[in-house]
């Protein structure tokens, strides 16, 4: 979640019951990054009241946590001794030894050979999983070897895929991937002799994927596939939605199929976007653990639809400040998946209280709660005095639950048909269609509800396919929401 909000910082730092600055006669140099990540916790973790080890009270000297400290053999160690239920309560919080590669991540730049992809088991239940290309990023290795959509691929340097190796074989530190395709076999992919290297590259990808209106006799629908909540693209999503009102559109399907979240102010821009006749009006709330809440008024901790873009740069001075381009619409049709995460779940959730909001695709992850990157500094900021120059590490630990303003979230995920009026598709490997296209069975299907108000025939059967994994969760971001700066 990028920076946090100076109260919080000023007022915390006055709770510690000994100085987070570093001082090489108390902190010896070995667990230096161990004593910024018990203290990070110690300060912002939601669930640090229940869990013993992050209690004020737990050590009364430096000496006593150093001690603590030298019982654990890594920072990743300690880190995941402080996570409360890990997997179970506490499904997201994360360390990293490269802040710098997480910064780049949160704006959509990453080490990627070109390929979105999900991975699926095989259908005859065993231990092999197969790949297939959701899309191409622009510019990357794999767009240069006019690799397309649907492709399924099934091995990685001749070895095949299995639910214990995938990790090891596609999101290891070599440059090149050996990548095998095969046909789809009705879900138990069998090889069809093409390889083709691709190479990992840091690659920009710009979220807003495609754009375009569909115009079905009476119906002006715009369309956005948004694959990212980066807030380095706030203008040009506000761009898109610029388009959509000279041509105005009466009805917006917005596609977060592949979108595992991002900025939460990116999340209410966008949905200011959508309405326009809500500002000021509540978005969102979020809670914080009980020394963050005790800190400050309420208000630090409510987001608002708005009527502009603002962004200030760490001195204050404004470097971003436009009106949102609002569509005013009762109504909006979102596409998701079981990629659908985060910001994304945030943006769903926070204006079903306020229009018409339907949900065509599968069940969404379930991701109601949000990070904050801290860094080994003074006040846990980049910008903090002292900043650590011996590492890069910095964890990401959940430190909020977000909800609508009518106290709601969805913990285990929106449900077409279920937890709003919609559809349960599945997007199937074997027909893809093209995005942005009504080849797109998922697209097609979305517009059709849309200008007949027919969800065509219900299915009621299990989906077919088993996801195990997908691209975006193997990037530093992952599946994040994460909070900016508050004025």
Not at 138 to 157: Q, Y
Not at 266 to 291: C, D, H, P, R
Not at 406 to 434: D, M
């Amino acid at each position: 979640m990028g920076e946090l909000t100076r109260i919080f910082l000023v007022t915390i730092a006055l709770t510690l019951f000994f100085s987070c600055s570093k001082d090489d006669n108390l902190i010896p140099r070995d667990i230096e990054i161990q004593d910024f990540v018990w203290k990070g916790m110690n300060a912002y973790y939601l669930w640090q009241g229940s869990k013993p080890d992050l209690a004020d009270a737990q050590f009364s000297s430096q000496s006593e946590l150093n001690d603590y400290l030298n019982g654990y053999s890594s920072p990743e160690e300690v880190f995941g001794s402080l996570l409360f239920q890990p997997g179970v309560i506490d499904r997201f919080s994360w360390i990293v030894d490269d802040y710098i590669a997480l910064e780049n991540s949160f704006q959509g730049i990453n080490l990627t050979t070109g390929m979105d992809f999900r991975l699926n088991r095989y259908k005859n239940n065993s231990s092999n999983v197969y790949g297939y290309i959701r899309y191409i990023i622009p510019n990357s290795s794999a767009a240069e070897k006019s690799l397309e959509r649907g492709m399924i691929f099934n091995t990685i340097n001749g070895t095949q895929l299995t639910d214990s190796n995938y990790q090891s074989l596609l999101f290891n530190s070599e440059s090149n991937l050996n990548v095998g395709f095969a046909d789809f076999n009705n879900g138990n992919p069998t090889s069809n002799g093409k390889t083709i290297i691709v190479s990992k590259q840091q690659v920009a990808e710009n979220p807003i994927a495609n754009s375009k209106v569909f115009t079905e006799g009476t119906h002006k629908i715009g369309y956005v596939l948004y694959n990212q909540f980066s807030s380095s693209y706030d203008t040009k999503l506000n761009s898109v939605f610029k388009l959509f009102n000279t041509q105005n559109i009466n009805e917006l399907i917005v596609d977060l199929r592949y979108n595992s979240g991002g900025s939460v102010r990116t999340a209410t821009y966008l949905g200011s976007m959508i309405t326009g006749q809500f500002t000021g009006q509540l978005y969102s709330k979020e809670v914080w653990n009980n020394k963050v809440q005790g800190a400050s008024s309420n208000e630090r901790f409510f987001n608002y639809f708005t009527d502009e873009i603002k962004k200030e740069d760490q001195n204050e001075n404004i470097v971003v400040q436009e009106p949102i381009n609002s569509l005013h619409l009762p109504k909006v049709y979102f596409i998701i998946s079981g990629s659908t995460a985060s910001a994304s779940e945030l943006v769903i959730n926070s204006l079903r209280p306020y229009i018409d909001v339907k949900i065509i695709g599968t069940t969404t992850e379930g991701k109601q709660v949000g990070s904050v990157t801290l860094y080994d500094s003074d006040n846990l900021t980049k910008n903090g005095t002292n900043l650590n120059p011996n590492h890069t590490y910095a964890i990401q630990p959940i430190v909020l639950e977000i909800s609508n303003k009518n106290n709601q979230n969805e913990p285990n995920g929106f449900i077409p048909g279920v937890t709003l009026p919609g559809i349960e598709i599945e997007e199937t490997p074997e027909n893809l269609g093209v995005l942005g296209e009504r080849s797109d069975p998922v697209l097609d299907r979305t517009i059709q509800y849309i200008t007949t108000g027919s969800k065509g025939i219900s299915k009621n059967v299990p989906l077919k396919f088993s996801e195990i994994y997908n691209s975006k969760l193997g990037t530093p971001a992952g599946n994040s929401m994460y909070s900016e700066l508050k004025k």
